[in-house]
């Protein structure tokens, strides 16, 4: 991997950067939220980490402890074979957490291009997020946080190859965790 450089957040040079990537990640919001699921997988790169690690609350000035490290337990720590195994079982109609479906908004903020590698091929994204799933009549599950990605730029657009996504909540009230981020 080419050596990452911090890019300055007022460097209007990106803007078209980031300007693409804002509409990579709202493509991927409306891929969720039509059910599209399958498409939505081709948007990962065969080695993409997807991961939500735990939040923890933690003493003032233990800022480290706030998630939990890699190897650690989390909500999920998958690769692309869970992804499609997760895929596979919500597009057979037959998922008991999601009969009847849910409604679900994905919002996506604050978008920011944290690292650029030389070629601009490679990519460090930070977003903040809003899920809203509905189901039934009175179900309502709210998820916010924050997600860090990293983005490869192939022949066939942007792939994820990494995404950590981090609930600003440690207790989640959702009977089951069914909708993807």
């Avoid at 007022?10 to 709202?26: G, H, K, V």
């Avoid at 989390?74 to 008991?96: C, K, P, S, Y």
């Avoid at 679900?104 to 291009?113: C, E, Q, T």
Wanted: aromatic share 14%; hydrophobic share 40%.
């Amino acid at each position: 991997m080419a050596e990452l450089e911090v890019k300055n957040p007022f460097d209007w040079s990106e803007m078209e950067l980031w300007w693409n990537i804002q509409q990579f990640f709202y493509y991927e919001a409306d891929l969720l939220d039509t059910r599209s699921f399958t498409e939505w997988l081709n948007l990962f790169d065969e080695g993409v980490t997807y991961r939500m690690p735990l939040t923890r609350n933690f003493p003032k000035g233990k800022d480290g402890l706030e998630y939990s490290a890699s190897g650690e337990a989390a909500w999920f720590d998958e690769g692309i074979e869970t992804l499609r195994q997760r895929v596979a079982q919500l597009n057979t109609g037959m998922h008991w957490a999601e009969e009847p479906v849910s409604r679900v908004s994905h919002l996506v903020s604050n978008i920011r291009v944290l690292n650029v590698d030389q070629n601009k091929k490679e990519v460090v994204v930070k977003c903040r997020f809003f899920v809203y799933q509905n189901r039934l009549e009175d179900e309502v599950n709210l998820f916010v946080g924050k997600r860090e990605d990293v983005l490869k730029h192939t022949e066939c657009g942007w792939k994820i190859l990494r995404r950590e996504i981090l609930l600003d909540q440690n207790v989640l009230l959702a009977k089951a965790l069914t909708t993807f981020f």
